[in-house]
């Protein structure tokens, strides 16, 4: 930051353009193009893709608001399938019962750090014609059958806000296969300039800040240990905890745990033991979408709404100590019993 600082460029600089191309290594080399936030990514991905009014996009409702924002952003309508409740994530079947002639993509969200199942969700997207595209804003560097997230499809977004497995203050990322989608979001971002006097199209500013950028470098390098002590948490959590249902674990899947979700019937009255104890939880999310007031839509997601009631994210990640993460599993393992 003081480099940035002393330098006096503060944007549209050498290390925006430096962090597009070393967060290029977690997704496979694809292009990558800084923003300000995960939902200007998410955004300029669904418009450079041509996605707009008339167009349906399936998305989860069982996510964060900011998914399906981003589709009503463009003027398209998302349509709401279910989840798979051992994973939290799309399920294909669901998807397939959601499509119609206007469905143009699936965007897809690796939910609290678990990859979607990509090559199902791929291949109903080959047959149909539509876009595969990943939210991969809770999920930095997480895999599946050893492919890293945001290298699955046609195209993903990434996060850096605060709370993700990796920050830069406020921000996100465009990660795209094709060159010329990489080229419409780098205009889109920056007023449709191609260069001085040379607006090509109507667009935003959206971009990442050179003081962001420098920031999220420096996160880059520590993402690999970091997100090490969030799977050494998530593994003590697995073995330790008693009287909850612990997150999904399978074959060929590396999970990042954003966060670490676990299901109990009694989750209000856990949550409110645990708050008792000094451990701060979350219901991510208690309030599923589609039953959001500018979405408010009837839905059969039973899955959906089975979760919604009955997750809570515990405490994971670096700024916890060994015996802070044995305080939870002794504190949830006395409320089990009681
Ligand atoms: C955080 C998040 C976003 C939005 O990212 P911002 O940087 O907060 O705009 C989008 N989708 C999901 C699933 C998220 O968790």
Not at 107 to 122: I, Q
Not at 142 to 155: H, K, M, R, Y
Not at 164 to 184: C, F, I, L, Q, Y
Not at 307 to 319: I, M, Q
Request: with cysteine; hydrophobic share 45%.
């Amino acid at each position: 930051m003081l480099r940035v600082l002393r330098s006096g460029v503060l944007s549209k600089g050498a290390e925006v353009a430096a962090f597009e191309s070393e967060f290029g290594g977690i997704v496979g080399g694809r292009s990558c193009i800084a923003v300000c936030s995960g939902t200007a990514a998410l955004h300029l991905l669904l418009l450079a893709h041509g996605i707009g009014p008339g167009d349906e996009v399936v998305v989860p409702s069982f996510t964060f608001a900011a998914t399906a924002n981003a589709v009503r952003l463009t003027g398209a309508t998302p349509v709401f399938a279910d989840i798979d409740p051992a994973s939290f994530c799309l399920d294909s079947e669901s998807v397939t019962s959601v499509l119609s002639e206007r469905t143009v993509a699936i965007l897809a969200v690796h939910l609290f750090g678990h990859p979607v199942d990509a090559p199902a969700l791929r291949g109903i997207a080959q047959r149909k014609g539509l876009l595969f595209l990943e939210d991969a804003a809770q999920a930095h560097g997480a895999q599946i059958g050893g492919s890293p997230v945001g290298a699955l499809g046609d195209g993903a977004a990434f996060s850096f806000y605060p709370t993700k497995n990796m920050t830069t203050g406020e921000g996100g990322m465009v990660v795209v296969s094709d060159p010329a989608v990489a080229e419409r979001v780098r205009l889109l971002r920056n007023q449709g300039m191609a260069a001085s006097g040379d607006h090509r199209v109507v667009g935003f500013n959206l971009r990442m800040t050179e003081i962001e950028a420098a920031i999220g470098r420096v996160q880059l390098l520590s993402l690999a240990a970091r997100t090490a002590t969030r799977i050494a948490h998530a593994t003590e959590f697995d073995v330790g905890l008693r009287g909850v249902s612990t997150p999904f674990r399978s074959a060929g899947i590396l999970h990042v745990y954003h966060q670490y979700t676990i299901r109990t019937p009694r989750r209000d009255a856990l949550s409110a033991y645990l708050r008792a104890a000094g451990i701060e939880t979350r219901a991510y999310y208690a309030v599923p979408v589609h039953r959001l007031a500018p979405y408010a839509a009837e839905c059969a997601l039973p899955h959906t709404e089975c979760a919604a009631d009955e997750v809570l994210s515990l405490p994971v990640g670096p700024h916890l100590s060994a015996s802070e993460i044995a305080h939870v599993i002794t504190t949830v393992g006395d409320w089990g019993d009681c």
